[in-house]
């Protein structure tokens, strides 16, 4: 009985040592490619052709360069620049391969690493200003149904360094109105929780003078920066803007009248002494965005050598105060002249 002998097939010196992807389809079935028109076989074998030439090259030349095959690879694969991409997350195929967020110039343009200096909160020693816009929520605007409020935190130029969410359960948004309690979480462009305020259950009117509003601002999450709190008054409210110690930094005057007609209304931040060192405006948006919507804009403005941790805490007096004075229940006009 004859013992069957293995038969080696000789391989083309051209041959090389990948499988292109367009040579699944040569296992195809006979009955298969009988059925294929000649013109559609003649089309895969010339697109065939074309590949394995191509990728020919391209091995060629980085067999020549690694410098060039790095490159390729490199660019071929990494997330698009902070302007070009419209997510901040990488995709499946990135996060395999071990890529984290581009960097781009825009982005290194941040400082980071300054000492004293929350993590988070480079970008504030830079600059005096800040912008706060308010989403439109249309849910709310057409039902009167209070949804969570969305911000948006830009600097003078309106590019957004910060955007913020508040964090509350529907009972409390419905139930309560502009007096609930909430969280609120400030993220960063990296979607990383660099600011965390809190704002307890309490009465904002002169006739409760021991249950008045606070606010807790901490940077990180879970490291309180400082602390807003209300002050007692009959005409006009007033705040005091107070450290990680517990000691008053500054102080905040508002008008006796917050209606909004037509015009800015202004919440001026003075230093112990009194002297004027900035202001949180709250600013006109428009007859029908003021009429229809709660969705507000706000200004801050403070002094550039500021402490970094007192510049958030006015970024968290400015939610506070929206929520105190602007923030509409139902769609209906909530405020009233003084503290009563």
Not at 26 to 54: C, F, M, Y
Not at 97 to 118: A, M, Q, T, V
Not at 156 to 174: F, H, I, P, S
Not at 308 to 331: H, Q
Request: charged share 20%; with cysteine; net charge neutral.
């Amino acid at each position: 009985m004859s013992v069957p002998t293995a038969v080696t097939v000789p391989v083309p010196a051209s041959s090389s040592s990948y499988i292109s992807t367009l040579d699944l389809t040569k296992n195809e079935s006979a009955d298969q490619k009988e059925s294929t028109p000649n013109g559609a076989s003649s089309g895969s074998k010339v697109l065939r052709l074309i590949w394995h030439s191509l990728y020919s090259k391209y091995n060629y030349f980085c067999t020549r360069s690694q410098t060039l095959k790095q490159l390729v690879c490199r660019e071929a694969n990494k997330p698009l620049p902070k302007k070009f991409r419209h997510t901040m997350r990488l995709n499946k195929s990135a996060k395999r391969k071990g890529y984290e967020f581009y960097i781009s110039d825009e982005d290194r343009s941040i400082p980071i690493g300054i000492p004293n200096c929350p993590r988070g909160l480079e970008y504030l020693t830079s600059i005096d200003q800040l912008l706060v816009k308010q989403k439109v929520e249309l849910l709310e605007a057409f039902t009167g149904f209070e949804t969570n409020n969305k911000f948006s935190i830009k600097n003078a130029l309106g590019q957004k360094v910060y955007y913020a969410v508040e964090d509350t359960d529907c009972c409390t948004r419905n139930m309560c109105g502009p007096a609930r309690p909430f969280d609120m979480k400030i993220f960063d462009n990296f979607q990383q929780e660099v600011i965390h305020l809190n704002r307890p259950l309490a009465c904002s009117a002169c006739c409760f003078p021991c249950c008045l509003q606070t606010m807790e601002v901490s940077a990180p999450p879970g490291n309180i920066i400082g602390t807003i709190e209300q002050e007692w008054s009959i005409c006009s409210p007033s705040f005091r803007i107070l450290n990680h110690i517990g000691d008053t930094v500054l102080r905040i005057e508002g008008p006796f009248c917050t209606f909004s007609l037509c015009g800015d209304v202004e919440f001026n931040v003075v230093s112990l002494t009194g002297e004027k060192v900035g202001k949180i405006s709250k600013q006109w948006s428009g007859m029908a965005r003021e009429i229809f919507t709660d969705a507000d804009f706000f200004g801050i403005t403070f002094p550039l050598d500021l402490d970094v941790r007192m510049k958030a805490v006015l970024l968290g007096a400015t939610f506070l105060i929206d929520a105190m004075f602007f923030e509409k229940s139902g769609n209906r006009e909530t405020d009233r002249p003084g503290m009563i």
